[in-house]
């Protein structure tokens, strides 16, 4: 009996969600034995072509990191989408846009401009911006077209599963799949993490006071956080009363607060204004100032 086959993508990203595969160290040999890789560009020489010739569904699962930001992008997870039985949006950048996502403030020009024109290391006098076609020496170059935003891997495809984190930890990853290839997974549409909110297994948990009143917002480019205390609590903004938790809380032990990368809890549809909502009551101000 053949193994299923998994591809791992990625489109718009740090490369981070691919080093957490690396990371789970001697349990991918576990994995790579008990499935056949098609697809993973990171360490394996396949083509597009190569993914072109599999039959429709015949990869088992694709693991897709990264925003969808350029056409070349689009194209690879519509061909995936359809080669695979399951897609599972892989890391932070897929599930919700990430810091691809951050672009999105800004229109593509301005991008470009920054990019090309005024960035200090820049040097191009001809003010020259990327063409998607190009003639040189008698020869058509093409290059992918940088979309007007970059989106997340649900509003391009329909995925089944949702793997989250800035990069997802290695035990989740192997959890993930140990549960695929037994057959054992949630509902479909699920993100592959907890519900409850970071603060319920963050370990400063049981420093936060009863009334939280926030006198100055701090920032840790500016100030060290007292280790054992609350970071809200502090000034410092924490996105954990929001945030899934499941990450472990790396940063919370590197005295780090939270920065959101494992998605809203299910009851917040939109992350940052559930925390806005909650954490404005918290300002001890008494005038408009």
Same mark, same amino acid.
């Given at each position: 009996?053949? $193994?299923?086959?998994?591809?791992?993508?990625?489109?718009?990203?740090?490369?981070?969600?691919?080093?957490?595969?690396?990371?789970?160290?001697?349990?991918?040999?576990?994995?790579?034995?008990?499935?056949?890789?098609?697809?993973?560009?990171?360490?394996?020489?396949?083509?597009?072509?190569?993914?072109?010739?599999?039959?429709?569904?015949?990869?088992?699962?694709?693991?897709?990191?990264?925003?969808?930001?350029?056409?070349?992008?689009?194209?690879?997870?519509?061909?995936?989408?359809?080669?695979?039985?399951?897609?599972?949006?892989?890391?932070?950048?897929?599930?919700?846009?990430?810091?691809?996502?951050?672009?999105?403030?800004?229109?593509? $020009?301005?991008?470009?401009?920054?990019?090309?024109?005024?960035?200090?290391?820049?040097?191009?006098?001809?003010?020259?911006?990327?063409?998607?076609?190009?003639?040189?020496?008698?020869?058509?170059?093409?290059?992918?077209?940088?979309?007007?935003?970059?989106?997340?891997?649900?509003?391009?495809?329909?995925?089944?599963?949702?793997?989250?984190?800035?990069?997802?930890?290695?035990?989740?990853?192997?959890?993930?799949?140990?549960?695929?290839?037994?057959?054992?997974?949630?509902? $479909?549409?699920?993100?592959?993490?907890?519900?409850?909110?970071?603060?319920?297994?963050?370990?400063?948990?049981?420093?936060?006071?009863?009334?939280?009143?926030?006198? $100055?917002?701090?920032?840790?480019?500016?100030?060290?956080?007292?280790?054992?205390?609350?970071?809200?609590?502090?000034?410092?903004?924490?996105?954990?009363?929001?945030?899934?938790?499941?990450?472990?809380?790396?940063?919370?032990?590197?005295?780090?607060?939270?920065?959101?990368?494992?998605?809203?809890?299910?009851?917040?549809?939109?992350?940052?204004?559930?925390?806005?909502?909650?954490?404005?009551?918290?300002?001890?101000?008494?005038?408009?100032?």
């Amino acid at each position: 009996m053949s $193994k299923p086959k998994v591809a791992f993508y990625w489109c718009a990203s740090c490369g981070g969600c691919e080093e957490a595969v690396v990371d789970l160290a001697e349990d991918i040999l576990g994995v790579v034995e008990a499935v056949d890789i098609v697809l993973w560009p990171v360490a394996l020489d396949f083509k597009l072509s190569d993914v072109e010739a599999l039959e429709d569904g015949e990869i088992a699962v694709s693991f897709i990191n990264g925003a969808v930001r350029l056409t070349e992008h689009e194209e690879w997870v519509k061909l995936l989408r359809r080669k695979s039985q399951m897609v599972v949006a892989f890391g932070s950048c897929a599930h919700l846009g990430g810091i691809p996502g951050l672009a999105n403030a800004v229109s593509r $020009k301005l991008i470009f401009e920054n990019k090309y024109f005024r960035s200090p290391t820049a040097d191009n006098p001809q003010r020259v911006l990327p063409r998607t076609v190009s003639e040189v020496d008698g020869h058509e170059l093409e290059l992918p077209e940088f979309l007007h935003d970059a989106l997340p891997l649900d509003e391009v495809i329909e995925v089944d599963y949702y793997l989250p984190g800035c990069a997802p930890p290695p035990e989740n990853i192997l959890g993930a799949v140990q549960a695929i290839l037994a057959g054992e997974l949630p509902p $479909k549409g699920s993100v592959l993490a907890p519900d409850k909110a970071l603060c319920e297994s963050c370990p400063r948990n049981e420093s936060k006071p009863d009334v939280v009143r926030i006198e $100055k917002l701090r920032r840790v480019a500016f100030e060290t956080p007292d280790p054992e205390k609350c970071f809200l609590a502090e000034g410092y903004v924490c996105m954990g009363p929001v945030t899934r938790s499941g990450c472990g809380e790396r940063c919370i032990h590197a005295n780090m607060p939270c920065r959101g990368c494992f998605g809203p809890t299910p009851e917040a549809a939109d992350q940052g204004t559930k925390f806005l909502s909650g954490s404005a009551p918290l300002f001890a101000a008494d005038d408009e100032e």
